[in-house]
Nanobody, 118 residues
């Protein structure tokens, strides 16, 4: 069964950086849009960033724009989220997701915890 596995979460001080990775189990994911979502305690899951299948287009939520960078390496079936200038409000479980272009987000990882201390 196709799946996504995130890694790279952890505890970091405000102003610090982390890089999340998402490894896909199948090469077909190289044709999908990849995205990162996050869910803070007591809040709904929200979109953070996405990247087109070829890496040519990236989109960001206003809350992370200018601080986070999404990228992908299709030769490794991996998507990344470089998070810089982290803030306590970035604390959340971060989920990797994959979307067949034109359809909903069909595939989700199990999530990785990011905690930013003040």
């Amino acid at each position: 069964q196709a799946r996504l596995v995130e890694s790279g979460g952890g505890l970091v001080q405000a102003g610090g950086s982390l890089r999340l990775s998402c490894v896909a189990s199948e090469r077909t994911f190289s044709t999908y849009t990849m995205g990162w979502f996050r869910q803070a305690p007591g809040k709904e899951r929200e979109f953070a960033a996405s990247i087109s299948w070829d890496g040519g287009r990236a989109s960001y939520a206003d809350s992370v724009k200018g601080r986070f960078i999404i990228s992908r390496d299709n030769t490794k079936n991996t998507a990344y989220l470089q998070m810089n200038s982290l803030k306590p409000e970035d604390t959340a479980v971060y989920y990797c997701a994959a979307q067949i272009p034109g359809l909903k987000w069909n595939f989700w990882g199990q999530g990785t915890q990011v905690t930013v201390s003040s």
